[in-house]
């Protein structure tokens, strides 16, 4: 059973930054992808950020220039990096990992709050 650990998240001021971690059971070669999604109350969840096998790097246009995915292979973590924050960016952050036969595994979601 493939688990997908999340922690970082937390209350922070307009214009402030977060990072967030995901730690995986499996070795992040496994996936196809990895990468973060976020639901805001009574909306859809959406990509923010994600890796993919072939090297692509895919950003929401809402948070390009401002937030940065990036990986450790060598301890199985992606980090989202979330600067300028908004409180737009409010929602609850999940890892995702999907597979080589498109089954999507994820994380248990970190609230992330941006308010003065």
């Known amino acids: 059973q493939v688990q997908l650990v999340e922690s970082g998240g937390g209350l922070v001021q307009p214009g402030g930054s977060l990072r967030l971690s995901c730690a995986a059971s499996?070795?992040?070669?496994?996936?196809?992808?990895m990468g973060w999604y976020r639901q805001a109350p009574a909306q859809q969840r959406e990509l923010v950020a994600r890796?993919?096998?072939?090297?692509?790097?895919n950003y929401a246009d809402s948070v390009k220039g401002r937030f940065t995915i990036s990986r450790d292979n060598a301890k199985n973590t992606v980090y989202l990096q979330m600067n300028s924050l908004k409180p737009g960016d409010t929602a609850v952050y999940y890892c995702?990992?999907?597979?080589?036969?498109?089954?999507?595994?994820w994380g248990q979601g970190t609230q992330v709050t941006v308010s003065s």
């Open positions: 995702n990992a999907q597979s080589y036969y498109f089954n999507d595994f």
């Open positions: 499996v070795s992040i070669f496994t996936y196809r992808s």
């Open positions: 890796y993919t096998s072939s090297g692509v790097t």
